[in-house]
């Protein structure tokens, strides 16, 4: 038992230093973030958005128009179309209004329509 006990802990140690010398996947590419990384700003944006839409129907003045958000990293972008400058210049206020969002992109159109 003695030999075996001996080379059976030789191989367990052998083993585990193996793996810890192999560590964790490294990111080979430094433009691509790990998929962690990737995901977790999908999410943030989805929030940021969902948040922001949500202010933006629970604005009176703003609820009844269509005013499309897009998130990217962090920075919000609005469109859609307006009466005028004043109700522009609340849903560009509302979604700086939101926790996490970095700027605020208007691509909203004043319209008389």
Request: glycine share 8%; aromatic share 4%; net charge positive.
């Given at each position: ?73 962090g920075v919000v ?37």
């Open positions: 038992m003695g030999i075996k006990f001996r080379v059976l802990t030789l191989l367990l140690l052998t083993s585990s230093a193996a793996l810890l010398s192999t560590g964790c996947a490294s990111n080979k590419s430094a433009d691509q973030p790990m998929l962690g990384q990737r995901v977790g700003t999908y999410m943030d944006d989805a929030y940021l958005t969902s948040a922001i839409k949500t202010k933006l129907v629970g604005d009176i003045a703003l609820k009844s128009f269509d005013i499309h958000v897009i998130t990217k990293n972008t609005l469109s859609g179309s307006l009466p005028n400058n004043y109700l522009r210049d609340e849903a560009i206020r509302t979604a700086k209004s939101v926790g996490g969002v970095k700027d605020v992109v208007s691509e909203i159109k004043i319209s008389n329509h």
